[in-house]
Nanobody, 125 residues
Framework: EVQLVESGGGLVQAGGSLRLSCAAS????????VGWFRQAPGKERERVGC????????YYSDSAQGRFTISSDNSKNTVYLQMNSLKPEDTAVYFC??????????????????WGQGTQVTVSS
């Protein structure tokens, strides 16, 4: 079965850090672009960042740039989102998603066809 499982969310104080994990089963991330998205209550789902297949390139939204980092561990077939200097406005459900693609990860939300269940991140002020 093809699936993504996120973990690592939780409650953290402003200024703190969390590392989210996105583990794939049933397929290999080697040939997939992986995106991180988040959705706050009452808001649309937005892209936080993404990494292209074989980690050839990464992209971060303006709000994530300089604070968030995407990395991967091929041996574990897992992609991570390290989030530092967290702010209350980072509070959201965070999702990872994958799409089979090479050399690019800047697809719209609708082009990503494998989604995880999401993990809640809450940042208190």
């Amino acid at each position: 079965e093809v699936q993504l499982v996120e973990s690592g969310g939780g409650l953290v104080q402003a200024g703190g850090s969390l590392r989210l994990s996105c583990a794939a089963s049933g397929f290999s991330f080697d040939d997939y672009a992986v995106g991180w998205f988040r959705q706050a209550p009452g808001k649309e789902r937005e892209r936080v960042g993404c990494v292209s297949s074989r980690h050839s390139s990464t992209y971060y939204s303006d709000s994530a740039q300089g604070r968030f980092t995407i990395s991967s561990d091929n041996s574990k077939n897992t992609v991570y989102l390290q989030m530092n200097s967290l702010k209350p406005e980072d509070t959201a459900v965070y999702f990872c998603a994958a799409r089979k693609a090479f050399g690019n990860c800047m697809f719209t939300i609708f082009k990503y066809d494998i989604w995880g269940q999401g993990t809640q991140v809450t940042v208190s002020s």
